[in-house]
Each structure stands twice: as structure tokens, then as C-alpha cells.
């Protein structure tokens, strides 16, 4: 079940409603854990079973990490904790990605290929490990205490509107509002109008851009050419923009609903003027936990230069291969860091005297590069995408131009997308502010047409995204395969 299926949208979440805000507070925990559980148990069954499991480990690792608090065992037990859950991300994520890669090896060495049956790995595994792991070591640093009620720790483990694709929250962010919180009429207005426009996210812009990419993609190498691999690259660039944070703004909406405030995941990465800058408005929570549990224990960059770049290139890395078991993504982790050191080089001074414009604009197209190899199955493809983008390889009776994945209908979706992946809805509410703040007569007037013109257009776009989804337009969420 996802947030954009009929399913989810006119039955689950309606019930789920009904039930909260038909509870007495004392209950509201234990019948959104319940949600929570059921909502993971529908898409993956018994494999519920691992989420399960990762609560109580963690739990108990927790409790005991409090319990040793002060002595020399607390170091055996976090490590413990950590280990065994990277050790579970391991065995569902990589296992198969490790035995391919070795067997080559093996065989050299006359040793039998390890056999291993394909295994599935459980959807958001990524996300609720890290948040395990977080919570163990916040604890440790003493930054936060441990859970007392396990119902507690279960909810923000399993947290339904995060539990597939983040963000990723830190326990100190939900431990006060699990314990007391408050609904509002204005939270349920905030928290559904962010829904929607997430949903509008996925569904309107989304969803069709990722029809665009998807059929130039699969094309076969002889009807590519040069203007459909960037018209490809484009269209994903923007797909994948528009899905994950549209799904980031249904998770944030939703959890506003119950009263829960989560952390904003998405600050308009792509008016960025740098890779670095790209990072701190691009999966804030992601990238902030591995400044915070991977950079800077590794020494972040107070070890000098050469050690500050080792460190960064390590993190990509690993940034890389947590989004999947491939080389295609070990590699675009990898990019990044490239990036990342080139701009902490002496080069970077020179590429700060560009006019702020071709920064923004240079930055754009290194990150489009780079979704290309995220996007790409296997190392050929990307790299034959990218010597048609450098026009080094062009193949005769390939498409001249991309005319036919354009109508007019695909031409407004694309036009919209770049238009509103720049800040173009603060800079709204900017002047909303500045209208409103103007006493006068019309004050009253103004406020009231504005409001109105909001809720029309919120209606509007519900509207259309459910006529889309009625009509079967689905595509599921890019980051549920991480």
C-alpha cells in the first residue's frame, strides 16, 4: 500500500482518522502503532517479521546501554547493536550483490560458487535501520534517554507515514510529542494541504515525467540519439525531484495530521550553487546522518586536507551503496564525493568568481550527469547514455528530435516541473505575508479572496491527481527500493 493508491487514499487513511480522533489520548499511540504494523504487514507480509524484530533488539539494546551507562561494557553494547543491525541490512540488501561479485573470485581460485537462492529485501529497511542506529548511538552520547514504554519506541520505529521512505527521524525529534501532543484545526489544515500538494507532486509531474524517461531509456541503442538522451536525463532529473519530495511533503503532512511535526526533508535542491550546497537542501535527513554518525566520527575535517577528502569519499560511498546494491550506485556516490572534494580544492576559488547564474547552472549539470549513472541498471548503459550526451557516439537512423515524447500535454507537465523545482511557492507566501500585514478595509476582503483561491486550488489539484489515479496511472515511489 502507498500514499498514492485509491486504497490508501479513500479507506486506510479515512479510517485510521476516524479511529484516532474517536480515542481517548491514552490510546491514540497503541492505534497508530496498530496502523503502523498493518500498513507495513499489507505490502510485505511476513516480513513484517524483520521490523519486528529490529523494534526489540533495539529496545533492549537501549535499555541495556542505559542500565551500563558509565562502564567500560556500554562500548560492547552499542557496537553489538550497531553490528547487528547493519549485519541485517547486510544479509537483506547486499548478500546476493556480495555472492555475485565473489564467485568470479572463487572460481579463479577452484573454490565452490556461493549459491544463494534471490532474497528479498524488506521495503524501508534502509530508512528504519539508520533510525535504530541513530537512536543506540544518541543514547551512548548521552544526548538522549531511552524509551521507557516499548509501545513508544515501536511507534517510532514503525511510524507509518515514514516507515517507506523516510525521512529519517531521530528519536529525540517524535520522543516528546509521543509522550504529549495536541491536534489543532489549523494543524489538520496544514497537515492536509501539504499532502495534497505532495500528492500533486507524484501524481501530476511525477508520474507522466516518469513515463517520458522510462520509454527513451528502454529504447534500443540504434533509435537513441544525442537530444532523447538529455530530453531522458531531463525528465528523470525532475522525476525523481518531484517523487521523492513529493513523497517527503505526503509523510510530513500526514504525520501533521496526528500531530506529529517531522523534519523538513527538501529545500529546493536544484537552484543550488554548488555539490555541496546540493547535499545540505537535497534528503536533509539522510545527509545530516552521515555528517552526524559517519563524517564527523571519522574525523570530518579536522584531520587536514588530505584526510578531510579520504573521509568524504568514504561517506559518498557509502552514501552510494546505501541507496543500492549496484556499482552503478557505488559509482554515483562516488561522483558526489569527487565533487565535493574539487569544490574543497583550490579550483573552487576560481568556479566562486562565476556570475551566481552558470554556478547554479554548472551545479544543475553535474547532478543531471550523475542521475543519469542512479538511473542507468548497469555501467553500459550509463555509459552509453553518456557518450551520446557528449555527442561522441551517435548512431545513424536514431531519432533526430524528441517531438513524439512531447504533445502539448507533456510539454505543460515539463514546463511546470521546472518551473515549480525553483522556490516559486515561498516566494508566494512571502507576499501573502506582505498583503496581509497592510491594515486597512480590504485587509479582511483580501484575506478571505486568498484563502478561498487556496482552497480552490487545493481542491483542484486533489481533484485531478484522483481522476489520474482512477484513470491507472501508477508508478510506484523511486525511494521505496532503498
Known amino acids: 500500500m502507498i500514499f498514492s493508491s485509491i486504497t490508501f487514499l479513500f479507506f486506510f487513511l479515512p479510517g485510521v482518522l476516524l479511529l484516532i480522533f474517536s480515542t481517548p489520548r491514552r490510546l491514540q499511540n497503541s492505534l497508530l502503532l496498530i496502523a503502523s504494523l498493518l500498513f507495513y504487514a499489507w505490502g510485505e507480509g511476513i516480513y513484517l517479521l524483520a521490523l519486528l524484530a529490529s523494534i526489540l533488539t533495539n529496545f533492549l539494546c537501549g535499555q541495556m546501554l542505559e542500565s551500563h551507562e558509565g562502564r567500560g561494557s556500554s562500548r560492547a553494547i552499542l557496537i553489538f547493536g550497531v553490528v547487528l ?19 568470479p573470485f572463487l572460481l579463479s581460485l577452484h573454490v565452490p560458487k556461493l549459491t544463494l537462492d534471490p532474497i528479498h529485501r524488506p521495503i524501508g529497511i ?75 507532486k507524484k501524481v501530476l509531474l511525477a508520474n507522466p515525467l516518469a513515463l517520458i524517461a522510462d520509454q527513451i531509456f528502454a529504447l534500443p541503442g540504434p533509435e537513441l540519439s544525442p537530444s532523447l538522451a538529455w530530453l531522458a536525463a531531463l525528465c528523470y532529473t525532475l522525476q525523481i525531484y518531484f517523487d521523492f519530495s513529493g513523497y517527503s511533503d505526503m509523510a510530513i503532512g500526514l504525520a501533521r495530521l496526528f500531530g506529529f511535526h517531522l523534519p523538513e526533508n527538501f529545500n529546493y535542491p536544484y537552484i543550488s550553487r554548488s555539490i555541496r550546497e546540493f547535499w545540505r537542501r537535497w534528503h536533509i535527513t539522510l545527509s545530516s546522518w552521515l555528517r552526524d554518525y559517519l563524517y564527523i566520527p571519522l574525523g570530518g575535517s579536522r ?92 548512431l545513424p537512423g536514431g531519432h533526430s528530435a524528441p ?65 489520474s489515479l482512477a484513470a491507472g496511472a501508477y508508478s510506484p515511489f523511486i525511494y521505496l527500493k532503498f
Open 85 to 103: 543491525n547493519i549485519a541485517m541490512l547486510a544479509f537483506f540488501k547486499y548478500a546476493n550483490f556480495i555472492a555475485d561479485n565473489l564467485n
Open 126 to 200: 534502509s530508512f528504519f535501520t539508520f533510525q535504530a542506529i541513530s537512536y543506540l548511538v544518541d543514547i551512548s552520547r548521552r544526548q538522549v534517554k531511552p524509551a521507557r514504554n516499548p509501545l513508544d519506541f515501536a511507534l517510532y520505529l514503525s511510524f507509518f507515514p515514514v516507515i517507506l521512505a523516510g525521512p529519517i527521524l531521530r528519536y529525540p525529534q517524535l520522543a516528546k510529542e509521543l509522550r504529549s501532543r495536541h491536534s489543532s484545526i489549523d494543524g489538520l489544515a496544514e497537515g492536509a494541504q501539504r499532502f495534497i500538494l505532495g500528492l500533486a
Open 303 to 394: 584531520q587536514g586536507t588530505l584526510r578531510t577528502f579520504l573521509n568524504l569519499l568514504i561517506v559518498f560511498l557509502l552514501c552510494g551503496l546505501w541507496h543500492g546494491a549496484s556499482w552503478t550506485f557505488i559509482l554515483w556516490g562516488l561522483y558526489h564525493g569527487f565533487f565535493l572534494v574539487v569544490e574543497r580544492s583550490r579550483l573552487e576559488k576560481w568556479r566562486q568568481r562565476l556570475w551566481p547564474p552558470l554556478q547554479q547552472a554548472q551545479t544543475f549539470l553535474v547532478i543531471m550527469v550523475g542521475w543519469v549513472l542512479f538511473r542507468s541498471e548497469t555501467l553500459a548503459e550509463a555509459f552509453r547514455f553518456f557518450s551520446l550526451m557528449a555527442g561522441v557516439k551517435t
Open 403 to 467: 517531438a513524439q515524447f512531447l504533445d502539448s500535454k507533456a510539454q505543460l507537465e515539463l514546463a511546470m516541473a521546472l518551473l515549480f523545482s525553483l522556490p516559486i511557492l515561498p516566494a508566494l507566501g512571502r507576499w501573502k505575508a506582505t498583503i496581509l500585514a497592510k491594515p486597512g478595509q480590504l485587509h479582511h476582503w483580501l484575506d478571505a479572496i486568498i484563502h478561498l483561491t487556496q482552497l480552490a486550488v487545493l481542491a483542484g489539484l486533489l481533484y485531478f491527481a484522483t481522476i
